[in-house]
């Protein structure tokens, strides 16, 4: 191995696997005979070491692996090892470091990272490196805002980069998941979710998913863990690796806990057989097997429960995970008293209760050893079993409030769910009977036009004919198309403020928001809502100037009032961002046309300004009469449109992209402008310069000539 490097690489490669699939004595055995850390090879003595590091987090001795983490470090730090090698030494300790929440020297090692990250320029693990960060801050501050600061960087980094926002939103998400506060780790999980699927990158939804699942485990929502399981499945059967067996255990511990007792079996023992075929040994097989045991109490079969019981305490003992060993505890302490062994079963109830007192991180568990004491000692230590109920029912009435908050938010979003998709039904009903009324008033014109026609020529007919149904399948097709951006807006733009207010009301119900978190909050909810607001608004004048026979009412107003009104409404979002609003009117102007169709063309293009402006900018509002017109500009500062999609806009109204705050927009607005100006006689036209901002000006005739 001295002499040819690649076979100390191979070695490597083959102890790592050994860590891999839970084999910690094989890698043992395989660091101790290759003799890695005797090789000339820094790279691969750093790698011998991280491989050794890991062996000891697998039984959880933390202090061991310690030891071995300072050893890579010092021969990292003496020699000059690739960017890729001190990469995977930082990422393993940072993950360890968190894993068993030594804050000290994480945050230590983070900073390290950071300015590894930014020697190398390499912006998405610069992001992870200051999410790292930002963790260990908090952990170490506990209540101490430092660690704000750190992600507010990591949001500015994806302003620059929005390729970035789905990886930003997933460790937001861990972050927030991590701390416990878990309605606010699925609310960020639910936007990287969204950021990933815009982005095209579904790979990274598997890993994605299991934060949904772990999350709502804790909360003991396990139809919603469940639901997410089930996505994911398609994506860890692709290929064959230590996941499945993971995977499917976990799936049937969840149908445990829903009651689905055979489901629950049938994923055991597809996690069983592949832990077995792929990683024979490996003691992390505790899992499947310890719920095997609860299965077989659940189906009535007592001596395979205990057989799988006591075999998994074994394991779970080789793994030091006491959490483990007190669930099979716990079962066999449940067996025994329905065998009526009172006194064994106290002692596998009072075994377990101390396991879990001295590591107290499953109440779970911990419920079930009470209850468990509890009805073990009713005859013969009342005193002791009441202390034992008390402390169950105060786990309990703790458990169920959780749960019934969540079933509350449930039932409100499955409200809002089922009521978007009664619409959408609604919607497309319309759509099928306005597509089927075209057709026969078309067919109706093409029947009378034919007998007329045939009579003077033959050619005409034919002229005729196909100008009538190349103006059917024009109408057709816009009909179509917009029905199908309809619903497209409700079922999923209207999707994200409405799960925002549903994880808020999960925040409220948990308790886990101060006065200040609801503040912030409440400002993204704000604007959410009124960026809501405008797309119904959009939608409702998109559906009235689609009406056949429509034509704009004439109403008598000052256009002085409509401004103001648009501004009064405006406001409030455009202070979220910071945009000053400067009016200059030179002139007042009184109007004679449909006030609904001027108020709702300056609405969408200020709401437009708004949505493309920067922060701490102005956006300016200027009109003046002239002859028998007003003229109306609106001016931002903002992202600015190139020449083709400007063009684009100005003629078909396609083209609605997000805001600089990621404001969702229906792609209905500037439509609707387009065909409401031309309703009323009015022009509109623009300028723009990519990265400089955009100037519409819309011109509106003073006296509407058509009306209804």
Same mark, same amino acid.
């Given at each position: 191995?001295?002499?040819?490097?690649?076979?100390?690489?191979?070695?490597?490669?083959?102890?790592?696997?050994?860590?891999?699939?839970?084999?910690?004595?094989?890698?043992?055995?395989?660091?101790?005979?290759?003799?890695?850390?005797?090789?000339?090879?820094?790279?691969?003595?750093?790698?011998?070491?991280?491989?050794?590091?890991?062996?000891?987090?697998?039984?959880?001795?933390?202090?061991?692996?310690?030891?071995?983490?300072?050893?890579?470090?010092?021969?990292?730090?003496?020699?000059k090892p690739s960017f890729r090698t001190a990469q995977n030494v930082y990422e393993t300790i940072l993950v360890q470091?968190?894993?068993?929440?030594?804050?000290?020297?994480?945050?230590?090692?983070?900073?390290?990272?950071?300015?590894?990250?930014?020697?190398?320029?390499?912006?998405?693990?610069?992001?992870?490196?200051?999410?790292?960060?930002?963790?260990?801050?908090?952990?170490?501050?506990?209540?101490?805002?430092?660690?704000?600061?750190?992600?507010?960087?990591?949001?500015?980094?994806?302003?620059?980069?929005?390729?970035?926002?789905?990886?930003?939103?997933?460790?937001?998400?861990?972050?927030?998941?991590?701390?416990?506060?878990?309605?606010?780790?699925?609310?960020?999980?639910?936007?990287?979710?969204?950021?990933?699927?815009?982005?095209?990158?579904?790979?990274?939804?598997?890993?994605?998913?299991?934060?949904?699942?772990?999350?709502?485990?804790?909360?003991?929502?396990?139809?919603?863990?469940?639901?997410?399981?089930?996505?994911?499945?398609?994506?860890?059967?692709?290929?064959? !690796?230590?996941?499945? =067996? &993971?995977?499917? *255990?976990? #799936? /049937?511990? $969840?149908?445990?806990?829903?009651?689905? +007792? @055979?489901? %629950?079996?049938?994923?055991?023992?597809?996690?069983?057989?592949?832990?077995?075929?792929?990683?024979?040994?490996?003691?992390?097989?505790?899992?499947?097997?310890?719920?095997?045991?609860?299965?077989?109490?659940?189906?009535?079969?007592?001596?395979?429960?205990?057989?799988?019981?006591?075999?998994?305490?074994?394991?779970?003992?080789?793994?030091?995970? !006491?959490?483990?060993? =007190? &669930?099979?505890? *716990?079962? #066999? /302490?449940? $067996?025994?008293?329905?065998?009526?062994? +009172? @006194?064994? %079963?106290?002692?596998?109830?009072?075994?377990?209760?101390?396991?879990?007192?001295?590591?107290?991180?499953?109440?779970?568990?911990?419920?079930?050893?009470?209850?468990?004491?509890?009805?073990?000692?009713?005859?013969?230590?009342?005193?002791?079993?009441?202390?034992?109920?008390?402390?169950?029912?105060?786990?309990?009435?703790?458990?169920?409030?959780?749960?019934?908050?969540?079933?509350?938010?449930?039932?409100?979003?499955?409200?809002?769910?089922?009521?978007?998709?009664?619409?959408?039904?609604?919607?497309?009903?319309?759509?099928?009977?306005?597509?089927?009324?075209?057709?026969?008033?078309?067919?109706?014109?093409?029947?009378?036009?034919?007998?007329?026609?045939?009579?003077?020529?033959?050619?005409?007919?034919?002229?005729?004919?196909?100008?009538?149904?190349?103006?059917?399948?024009?109408?057709?097709?816009?009909?179509?198309?917009?029905?199908?951006?309809?619903?497209?807006?409700?079922?999923?733009?209207?999707?994200?403020?409405?799960?925002?207010?549903?994880?808020?009301?999960?925040?409220?119900?948990?308790?886990?928001?101060?006065?200040?978190?609801?503040?912030?909050?409440?400002?993204?909810?704000?604007?959410?809502?009124?960026?809501?607001?405008?797309?119904?608004?959009?939608?409702?004048?998109?559906?009235?100037?689609?009406?056949?026979?429509?034509?704009?009412?004439?109403?008598?107003?000052?256009?002085?009032?409509?401004?103001?009104?648009?501004?009064?409404?405006?406001?409030?979002?455009?202070?979220?961002?910071?945009?000053?609003?400067?009016?200059?009117?030179?002139?007042?102007?009184?109007?004679?046309?449909?006030?609904?169709?001027?108020?709702?063309?300056?609405?969408?293009?200020?709401?437009?300004?708004?949505?493309?402006?920067?922060?701490?900018?102005?956006?300016?509002?200027?009109?003046?009469?002239?002859?028998?017109?007003?003229?109306?500009?609106?001016?931002d500062y903002g992202i600015g449109i190139s020449q083709d999609k400007l063009h684009r806009l100005l003629t078909t109204?396609?083209?609605?992209?997000?805001g600089t705050k990621n404001e969702y927009g229906a792609g209905l607005g500037l439509r609707m402008v387009i065909r409401?100006?031309?309703?009323?006689?009015?022009?509109?036209?623009?300028?723009?310069?990519?990265?400089?901002?955009?100037?519409?000006?819309?011109?509106?005739?003073?006296?509407?000539?058509?009306?209804?």
């Amino acid at each position: 191995m001295r002499a040819n490097p690649d076979v100390g690489v191979i070695a490597c490669e083959l102890c790592e696997a050994f860590v891999r699939y839970t084999m910690p004595d094989s890698a043992r055995i395989c660091l101790n005979r290759t003799q890695l850390r005797r090789s000339n090879s820094d790279e691969i003595k750093i790698r011998a070491q991280l491989t050794a590091s890991r062996i000891e987090t697998i039984t959880y001795q933390y202090k061991r692996a310690k030891v071995h983490y300072d050893s890579a470090l010092r021969i990292m730090r003496s020699g000059k090892p690739s960017f890729r090698t001190a990469q995977n030494v930082y990422e393993t300790i940072l993950v360890q470091s968190a894993f068993f929440a030594d804050c000290d020297y994480g945050s230590l090692l983070a900073d390290e990272f950071i300015r590894l990250c930014q020697k190398q320029k390499n912006d998405s693990l610069y992001l992870v490196s200051i999410m790292q960060k930002a963790r260990f801050l908090e952990c170490q501050a506990a209540g101490d805002s430092a660690h704000v600061a750190l992600i507010e960087e990591a949001e500015e980094l994806c302003f620059r980069h929005p390729e970035l926002y789905g990886a930003y939103y997933e460790l937001l998400g861990n972050h927030h998941y991590y701390f416990g506060r878990l309605p606010k780790s699925i609310e960020f999980c639910l936007l990287a979710e969204n950021a990933y699927r815009q982005n095209n990158d579904l790979k990274r939804l598997e890993g994605l998913y299991g934060i949904f699942v772990s999350a709502y485990e804790e909360m003991s929502d396990f139809d919603r863990a469940l639901q997410y399981m089930l996505l994911a499945q398609p994506m860890v059967e692709s290929e064959v !690796d230590e996941t499945w =067996a &993971e995977y499917y *255990n976990t #799936l /049937g511990w $969840i149908y445990y806990r829903l009651g689905m +007792v @055979d489901s %629950a079996l049938s994923a055991i023992r597809t996690s069983s057989k592949h832990h077995k075929e792929l990683t024979p040994g490996n003691p992390e097989l505790a899992y499947p097997i310890g719920n095997l045991g609860l299965i077989f109490k659940a189906l009535g079969e007592l001596d395979s429960a205990k057989m799988y019981s006591n075999r998994a305490i074994e394991l779970f003992t080789i793994l030091n995970l !006491d959490n483990g060993v =007190a &669930e099979a505890l *716990n079962n #066999l /302490g449940a $067996i025994a008293l329905e065998e009526s062994q +009172v @006194d064994l %079963a106290i002692q596998y109830f009072d075994r377990a209760l101390q396991l879990l007192e001295e590591n107290v991180v499953d109440r779970y568990e911990e419920m079930k050893s009470l209850e468990g004491l509890y009805l073990a000692l009713q005859d013969r230590d009342p005193k002791r079993a009441i202390r034992h109920f008390q402390r169950f029912t105060e786990l309990k009435i703790a458990l169920l409030s959780k749960e019934e908050a969540l079933k509350a938010l449930q039932l409100e979003a499955e409200f809002y769910q089922d009521r978007n998709e009664d619409r959408i039904r609604e919607l497309k009903y319309e759509s099928q009977l306005k597509s089927l009324e075209i057709e026969q008033k078309n067919n109706r014109i093409l029947l009378t036009s034919f007998a007329l026609l045939f009579m003077i020529f033959v050619s005409g007919l034919i002229f005729f004919y196909w100008l009538q149904r190349r103006s059917m399948i024009a109408s057709l097709e816009e009909s179509n198309m917009v029905n199908e951006r309809i619903i497209s807006m409700i079922s999923h733009d209207f999707r994200g403020p409405l799960n925002n207010v549903k994880v808020t009301l999960e925040l409220l119900q948990s308790k886990d928001m101060d006065i200040n978190e609801f503040m912030i909050i409440s400002k993204d909810l704000y604007r959410q809502s009124s960026d809501l607001s405008l797309m119904f608004d959009s939608f409702v004048g998109w559906a009235i100037s689609q009406r056949d026979g429509y034509l704009p009412a004439k109403v008598s107003f000052k256009w002085s009032v409509i401004v103001d009104e648009v501004i009064s409404l405006s406001e409030p979002l455009a202070k979220l961002k910071n945009i000053r609003i400067k009016l200059k009117a030179l002139s007042d102007v009184h109007l004679e046309t449909d006030r609904m169709a001027a108020s709702l063309i300056l609405r969408n293009l200020l709401a437009n300004a708004i949505k493309y402006s920067h922060d701490n900018s102005s956006i300016e509002i200027e009109y003046f009469q002239e002859e028998n017109w007003v003229h109306t500009s609106v001016r931002d500062y903002g992202i600015g449109i190139s020449q083709d999609k400007l063009h684009r806009l100005l003629t078909t109204g396609d083209g609605s992209t997000m805001g600089t705050k990621n404001e969702y927009g229906a792609g209905l607005g500037l439509r609707m402008v387009i065909r409401y100006i031309k309703s009323i006689g009015g022009s509109i036209k623009a300028e723009s310069e990519k990265g400089k901002g955009t100037k519409f000006m819309v011109s509106i005739p003073l006296t509407l000539t058509s009306t209804r």
